[in-house]
Each structure stands twice: as C-alpha cells, then as structure tokens.
C-alpha cells in the first residue's frame, strides 16, 4: 500500500543552521515525489518535484530509492522558512488516476 | 500554473444543514480533486471529479454525503451533507498539472456547531 511517513511534527532550528525534514516511503513501483509547503495564512504549493532535480528557495530533495526516502534540506535556514512541509507520492502519471499520498507535515520552525 | 478560486473561503454552519463549496479554475483542466484537512491532520482525499462522468470516492467517503458536480472544465462544486461537528474541517480542492502534480485552492474553513 501507498504511505507517506514524515516522523517529525515539529522541527525548530537556529537561523542559519541545516535544516533536513525526513520523509519516507512506501510504494510497489516507480513514485513521484513531491514537497508541498503551506505558509502562514497561505494556500498549499508545491515547492519541489523530484523528477526536475531542482533547487527552490535553496531547498534540494533528492529521492533515494534503496532507502525509500525524499529528504528536504537546506544547508542555511531563513525566518522566511518557517511553514507547514508536506511530502506526497503519486504513482507514474495515468497510473493511480492522478492522487496523492500525503504524509501528515513537519512544521518547521526557524528561530532568529 | 492554474489560478484556483474557492467560495466560500470560510463559514460556520448549524449541525443538520448542507453547504455547498466552490471551486473555479482560471483554464481548463481534466481532473479536479478534492480533499479534507482536519485540524491538526493531513490531506485526506475525498473524492476525484472528472468532468463528464461521477465522481470516485476514496474509502469513508459516499456521495450521499459528500455530493459532487463537475458541470464543465473549470468548476466543480462539493457538498458537504447534513453536516455534524464532526466535518468541521478545511475543505480544499486541487487540479492535476502537466505532471502529476497538483495545484491547490486556498480553502473552506468551515465549522459546524
């Protein structure tokens, strides 16, 4: 079965400090992987997709498949970071009808 | 990226009445989505809505209580059906990209008493 696990509800770090948010998976085949972020009184975005091996705000997130993982990481956190994270799974497209597996967030918090 | 609009962006409701959410898009799009976010919980979808059939409910969902139309491309409308405590909830839709991700709306708070 499909399942997004996010072990962390709530990270706090140091502005200017690493920041990894862990997210790992479940899924018989080959996934994609997403990163949603959620600001303050925003609406959900999506931040990252692994297939495009971008980096967003500074934010990279490479999927690792012998581990089943897609860590978010940053090497030097802002303020302006400071959100809801949502990691998703969705099979390869046409595959699951276009859903999404969402793990249940990390809010992360960077402190001044 | 699709530009989506919902109405109404929050409401508080009586237990045993209905509310109807709206979600517009600015271009058109197959698939529309919609999903439950529970205080203090994630995403759950509810339902996939595409135009011109009914739509697929997820486990726990039934159209009986969560009734949806997708009467063109760009709208679809979901109902939230004699409603109890219980649903108070955000209520969100989304559309599929060009990829398989999706694009969310900003949400229907709604609190039922």
């Known amino acids: 079965a499909q399942r997004v696990t996010q072990p962390e509800k709530l990270l706090s770090v140091f502005k200017g400090a690493p920041v990894e948010l862990k997210c790992n998976y479940s899924?018989?085949?080959?996934?994609?992987l997403f990163w949603y972020v959620q600001y303050s009184r925003q609406r959900l975005q999506l931040l990252l997709r692994h297939i495009s091996r971008e980096s967003i705000k500074g934010f990279t997130a490479d999927l690792n498949k012998g581990e089943t993982s897609f860590h978010l990481k940053k090497p030097f956190a802002q303020e302006e970071d400071s959100a809801m994270y949502y990691c998703?799974?969705?099979?390869?497209?046409?595959?699951?009808?276009?859903?999404?597996?969402f793990g249940r967030g990390t809010q992360l918090t960077v402190w001044p | 990226s699709a530009v989506i609009s919902q109405k109404p962006s929050r409401d508080i409701c009586q237990r045993g009445t209905s509310l109807t959410i709206q979600c517009q898009v600015d271009?058109?799009?197959?698939?529309m989505f919609w999903y439950r976010q529970q205080p203090g919980q994630s995403l759950t979808l509810i339902a996939t809505a595409n135009q011109g059939s009914e739509a697929t409910y997820e486990s726990g969902f039934v159209i009986d209580k969560f009734p949806i139309s997708r009467p063109n491309l760009t709208f679809s409308t979901l109902t939230v059906s004699n409603m109890s405590p219980e649903d108070s909830s955000i209520y969100l839709c989304s559309v599929g990209g060009t990829g398989s991700e999706q694009f969310f709306g900003p949400g229907t708070r709604l609190t039922v008493l």
């Open positions: 271009s058109q799009v197959t698939m």
């Open positions: 998703a799974l969705s099979g390869p497209r046409g595959s699951t009808l276009g859903r999404l597996y």
């Open positions: 899924y018989s085949g080959s996934p994609e």
